[in-house]
Structures are given as C-alpha cells and as structure tokens.
C-alpha cells in the first residue's frame, strides 16, 4: 500500500518465512508435511542453560540491562574469542544484541551510506541483501562456483572492489550451502582486504560449532587487517538458543560503539533472563554443541547419499551448518502430472511441497536460482523419509 513506507514496499518477506506458513496451513489440514525449511537446530536448549535462566529470574536480572550487555557476558565473550580464535578483544568491542541478525543490520546501519557498494558473497543467507536496502546501499553479489564448493575466491573479490566499495559479507560455516573457507582461501581474501583498507568485511560465524572439517578460522586472525573486521556470532546455532535472542558482534572501538548508539535508539540491551543463560552456556564449554554436531554430521551423510541418489541433483558436500544445497536446474523445463511446467527453483519447491508434502526454500532466497535448501536438522527418519518422497515424485514429471 502506498501509505506505507517506500523502505518497507522493497522489502520482501523472508521466504524462509514463507514457506514455513505454507508448510504450516497443509498441517493444520492434517496433511503429514515434512518440514526441512527451518534454520533452527531440533534440539532443545541444553538443560544447563535453562536451569541458569530460572535461577536468573529469581535473581531479580528483570530490569533493563546495560545497551551493549553485561559487562560479565562481554567479558565472558572476550575469553572465548581469546580461547578458541585467538583474538585479543576487550569488553569496549564487544557489543551483545537480540540475536546475531541485529548485530549484523547493527554494523550494516552503521557503515553504510546511501550509495555504498557492499560485496555479498553468494549463496547467502537471506537477510543480508535485504539489511543493505535498508541502509540504501547497492549490493553487489559475487556468485562462488559449485566446483569450489560455492565458495567465493579472493581473485572473484579483487575484480570486483571498485572505489565505492565500502563492505564484504559473507557467513563461514555458509548458510545455506554449508562451505567452510580453509586459512589458505581466507589468507588470500585477507590479502586483497589488507590492499584495501578502506574496507571493512562482517565475518558471520554463528555456524562456527557446526563444522565437520575441524578448523574454524576467524577472519579477523589476519593480524593486518584485524581492525577492518566485524566478528559475528551468537547462541542460536552452537548452543541450540534460536528463541532466545542473544548474538553478538567484535569489532574495532569505534565500531561497536556505533552500534551501541544504534541499539540503544532501536531496542536497547537485550533480554535480561537471555543473557544470563547465554553466560552460562559460555562457561559450559562446547561438550553440549559438540554432541549435537555428532548428529548433524550423521544427518549430513545420511542425506548426502540419498540425495547423490537423485538423478540431475548436483550438490558438494557441506563442511558444516545444517542444511544441504542441490543445484536442481536439470529439472527446469520438466511438466508435473498436472501439467504446469516447472520453470524455477521456487516452482520445483512447491510441486514437492504440495507432491511430496516436504518443505523446502528456494535458492532464489538465496541468490542462487539454481538450487533448494532442504535443512538437516530434523530427526533421521523424517529425512530419511523426505528423500524418498521426493525421489518418488520427481519420478512422476514429464
Ligand atoms: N547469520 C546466519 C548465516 C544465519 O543463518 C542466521 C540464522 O538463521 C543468523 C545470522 C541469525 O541468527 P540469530 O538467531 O542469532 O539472529
């Protein structure tokens, strides 16, 4: 409608979003749909954490919170980035926010002017080009080959800095393609950042836990061009916390003090009783994301083989994060029994919503109109079941 906002009319729905309501109407007409379009683990928060939350609100932790967080949160933060990235931060750099998605549009907000190119390595998690809009800046989308691994290279980065160039994005472990950069690839990228030092890059690493190739690399450890990066992270994934709302990001002193002032006009400090389970999670260490990585990992092959099953799905092996990406293009140009043509990804993911009862998100969400993100993170028979479904109903296109 007109009378709303021209910033709000640009902006679309998250589809993920989207096909979660689709899935969600089929259920409630009892059909059994299969829901892989979440990004949330099926795991419930650790019973540590939950336990800490109620000790919490007894405590009295009901009262507004500081902006950036609590100082021993911040701090508790600092001692994890010093113990397993090797990053040196004080507490001034930390700033802890409702989830990491307002502490990447906390960053976006603060740097970009209209204008401003920002590179965003695709495929990419849906809402960064969507947070670029918002900040009127012109996202500039760099494509990582499915040989590669869909993972962007610092030569692909170098051709594309132009003097506008204000910001990279990208998230290592990938939502959705599951990639994770080695030091070597990361080591290059920081050398076309270190010859650029206007620019600043937002490394996400929400998925940092759930990696099985071992190594996480911060980028932020290429001591030359630490000060121009902005570390993302948060509880939702690791520690299985979607509801609770609390990431947090790193940067230079400067940076996080804009996105203090950012927070503290939108939201303020977030949820009390969150963030002191968020402490807790920190001192419990990775034993309970490291169980919970044991069955995504299961999950991951157990998919992998029925998904390499499928005729014309083409898909690497996901290094990390739940979810596995196929390119499905072969099956563009196919009719289904009721004689609609399958044009694109968003049109293969509602033939097998509403053929195979299996939820799935377009590619196109992503930029990569080649592809559906099915996640991994549901029980093994339900995907087990899933893959054959939707091998069978692919068998009935024309
Ligand atoms: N970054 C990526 C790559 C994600 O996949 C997500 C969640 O789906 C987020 C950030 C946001 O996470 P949070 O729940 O902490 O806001």
Redesign the pocket.
């Known amino acids: 409608p007109s009378f709303l906002s021209d910033r709000i009319n640009a902006m679309q729905e998250s589809q993920t979003i989207a096909m979660a309501k689709k899935a969600r109407e089929l259920a409630a007409q009892g059909i059994d749909v299969i829901n892989l379009s979440f ?1 949330e683990p099926d795991f419930e928060t650790p019973q540590y954490i939950r336990d800490a939350a109620k000790v919490a609100m007894d405590e009295g932790y009901t009262k507004y919170t500081p902006v950036p967080g609590y100082l021993d949160l911040r701090q508790a933060i600092v001692e994890k980035l010093h113990r397993e990235n090797q990053l040196e931060y004080k507490a001034e750099n930390i700033v802890v926010s409702t ?4 502490a ?1 549009a906390n960053a976006v907000m603060s740097l970009i002017n209209a204008g401003d190119e920002v590179i965003v390595f695709a495929p990419y ?1 849906v ?1 960064y080009e969507e947070m670029v809009k918002l900040a009127e800046g012109t996202s500039v989308t760099l494509m990582g080959a499915l040989e590669n691994d869909y993972k962007v290279t610092a030569a692909q980065l170098e051709a594309a800095i132009t003097p506008r160039t204000k910001l990279i994005m990208y ?1 290592s472990p ?2 959705p393609t599951g990639s994770v950069f080695s030091r070597a690839e990361l080591g290059e990228i920081a050398a076309v950042v270190a010859r650029n030092p206007q620019l600043h890059v937002i490394a ?1 690493e ?2 940092e836990y759930i990696n099985f190739v071992g190594e996480h690399v911060s980028l932020a450890q290429f001591a030359e061009i630490k000060e121009q990066v902005i570390t ?1 992270n ?4 690791g520690y299985a916390m ?1 509801g609770w ?3 947090y990001m790193a940067a230079r002193k400067e940076i996080a003090a804009a996105c203090e002032k950012m927070q503290s006009q939108i939201t303020s400090g977030t949820c009390s009783v969150a963030q002191r389970a968020a402490l807790a999670a920190l001192q419990g260490g990775r034993t309970s994301a490291d169980e919970m990585v044991a069955a995504y990992r299961r999950r991951r092959d157990l998919v992998l083989t029925q998904v390499r099953d499928i005729p014309g799905f083409k898909t690497p092996t996901p290094s990390g994060a739940f979810y596995i990406f196929p390119d499905v293009s072969a099956y563009f140009g196919r009719t289904t029994p009721a004689g609609d043509t399958l044009a694109t990804a968003s049109d293969l993911a509602l033939f097998l919503l509403n053929d195979a009862h299996v939820a799935a998100v377009t590619g196109e969400a992503f930029g990569a109109p080649n592809c559906i993100r099915f996640s991994t993170a549901a029980a093994d028979e339900k995907l087990r079941e899933a893959f054959v479904r939707i091998k069978a109903s692919l068998e009935k296109l024309g």
């Open positions: 990004g989830g990491a998605k307002q990447l998690w809402s998230s990938c939502n996400d929400i998925y993302i948060g509880f939702s994934k979607t709302r609390v990431g």
